[in-house]
Nanobody
Framework: QLQLVESGGGLVQPGGSLRLSCAAS????????IGWFRQAPGKEIEGVSC????????NYSDSVKGRFAISRDNGKKTAYLQMNNLKPEDTAVYYC????????????????????WGRGTQVTVSS
């Protein structure tokens, strides 16, 4: 059974950086995408970024383009989300997700396309 183990997150000042990691296990196919959704209090869940383990294709929400960078280590089936120039509006619970998604075919992330979810990690951007 596919499992996701998240790490990273925490408290950072505006303009600072954090890195999230998500290690996947329990599957052998590379035809998976790994990524993150986030949910702030009182707001809808938002797709942040995802990456194809097969070809490295990436997808970013407009709100994080140019500030966040996603990468992967196929040998470890791990994805990383480097978050730079963080803003208070980035404060949310970030959920690692995985699913058999063709990243090159999507314009934005849709929650029901990702059928495996981590427990979530809190990211707080505050002075």
């Amino acid at each position: 059974q596919l499992q996701l183990v998240e790490s990273g997150g925490g408290l950072v000042q505006p303009g600072g950086s954090l890195r999230l990691s998500c290690a996947a296990s329990g599957f052998s196919s590379n035809y998976y995408a790994i990524g993150w959704f986030r949910q702030a209090p009182g707001k809808e869940i938002e797709g942040v970024s995802c990456i194809s383990l097969n070809d490295g294709t990436t997808n970013y929400s407009d709100s994080v383009k140019g500030r966040f960078a996603i990468s992967r280590d196929n040998g470890k089936k791990t994805a990383y989300l480097q978050m730079n120039n963080l803003k208070p509006e980035d404060t949310a619970v970030y959920y690692c997700v995985a699913g058999q998604v063709v990243v090159s075919a999507i314009s934005s992330m849709v929650a029901y396309h990702f059928d495996h979810w981590g427990r979530g990690t809190q990211v707080t951007v505050s002075s």
